[in-house]
């Protein structure tokens, strides 16, 4: 059985949809997923696959907006292929990276963690609802970081269980972090948190997106993380998430 099936024939130029590939090595998987995001005419699903080395091929060709990926799946799983994206250095055609969303069941937190350092922009559960899908890779597309709730709740409850200071400590430590940031940081990090891009974070405070891009930026050198993802666990952790959507 053909693992690999592309979507409108040749890649697309221009601006119109975000253009997605998706890679679940589970069929039904990956017709749901297609099934979901084609319900939005905003977004087209251009190619997808059952293997992790093939997804990274045909992101190399369609050079799509967002790259859906199973986390966990025979071969290459999500962490390997989201890494060779990375590595390939595929650009859209307006010439922003790739994004990646990992897809993830409950029980896989670890894999979670190791995309995170990995590079992924999003997490989402697989029995999640399926606005968050569209919400998830709409946000990754925009350069936004978007972890579900359900997942951002599972890596801080897998981090407090594993740290050795415990849960509280972890907290503190965490909530110490985002106290030595300016109250401007502060608030630009719980709007990362909460799923905002660099427009929308603009639009929100006032600002130019110049001026968010630039306080991102600080916001990451002085958390010590590699990306938007991994700061808004961060957030999450310090609980600094919940008062931007609240």
Request: charged share 20%; hydrophobic share 45%.
């Given at each position: ?31 749901g997923v297609r099934a979901v995001l084609t ?208």
């Amino acid at each position: 059985m053909e693992r690999t099936r592309a979507v409108g024939g040749t890649p697309t130029t221009g601006g119109a949809p975000i253009r997605v590939v998706i890679a679940d090595d589970e069929p039904m998987v990956r017709a749901g997923v297609r099934a979901v995001l084609t319900t939005d005419p905003g977004i087209e699903v251009v190619a997808e696959t059952g293997n992790g080395h093939e997804a990274v091929e045909l992101v190399r060709r369609y050079r799509p907006d967002v790259a859906v990926l199973d986390i966990r799946m025979p071969g290459a799983d999500g962490i390997t292929t989201a890494a060779e994206i990375r590595r390939a250095a595929t650009t859209t055609p307006s010439g922003a990276a790739t994004g990646i969303v990992m897809l993830t069941t409950f029980g896989e937190d670890d894999y979670i963690l190791r995309a995170l350092g990995g590079g992924a922009n999003g997490f989402l559960i697989k029995s999640g609802e399926p606005e968050e899908l569209i919400a998830g890779v709409r946000a990754v597309a925009d350069g936004a970081a978007y972890l579900s709730p359900k997942v951002a709740a599972r890596v801080v409850a897998h981090l407090a269980s594993t740290g050795v200071s415990g849960p509280a400590g972890r907290r503190a430590a965490a909530r110490e972090q985002v106290a030595a940031l300016t109250a401007r940081e502060r608030d630009v990090l719980a709007l990362v948190a909460a799923g905002l891009s660099n427009g929308q974070i603009a639009r929100r405070i006032g600002v130019v997106e110049g001026t968010v891009k630039a306080h991102v930026s600080s916001v990451l050198a002085r958390l010590g993380v590699a990306n938007r993802a991994a700061a808004a666990v961060l957030a999450h952790e310090a609980g600094l998430a919940a008062d931007a959507r609240g």
